[in-house]
């Protein structure tokens, strides 16, 4: 069971992201602010639901939330900046890209750097716990999915339909025998044996 909101009194916006322990492509990240009101049967942390769940609700909270936003930032970026401080930046981001102002945050997790002056609280396992969190969960994961699949299509030896850039060990052997290519994190110490990057 969600709870709807942790402040009845202020316009709350979930935050959650996907991708940060993928080897390849960007990490998303998500805000959403749904009605105090909002209320799905499937609603839940986007890792307990199929695909086809999933993809069911992003278009349900898109159109009933009442603001949603989505934003990513690439591997290079990562690779400059590490992976913690590339989704602080794609969360801020995505809260920056917002068409109403939230009041307060909750954020997935049990890190965050603060936005601007607006209060946050961070929570962890929050995807299971509040309906904004899962919520955004759901559009990290849907959003960052999609690319996925488009990218594939460029590198398709590396299986990002199936494993969205995740170290699968179909993925691990498909490094060691190909090397790396240029949707690949390189800080993330990932590079087989032989040396070929394209």
Known sequence: MLFSFLHNDLVEAGVDEAGRGCYAGPVFAAAVILPKDFYHPLLNDSKQLNEKQRDLLRPIIEKESIAFSVAAVNNEMIDKLNILQASFMAMHDAINTLNKLPQFLLIDGNRFK?????????????????????????????????????????????????????GTAAHRQSIEEHGLCSYHRKSFNILPSTTLLF
């Open 114 to 166: 603060p936005y601007k002056k607006i209060p946050h609280q961070c929570i962890i396992k929050g995807d299971g716990k509040y309906a904004s969190i899962a919520a955004a969960s759901i559009l990290a994961k849907t959003y960052r999915d999609e690319f996925m699949q488009q990218i594939h299509h460029e590198f398709p030896l590396y299986g990002w339909n199936n494993n969205k850039g995740y």
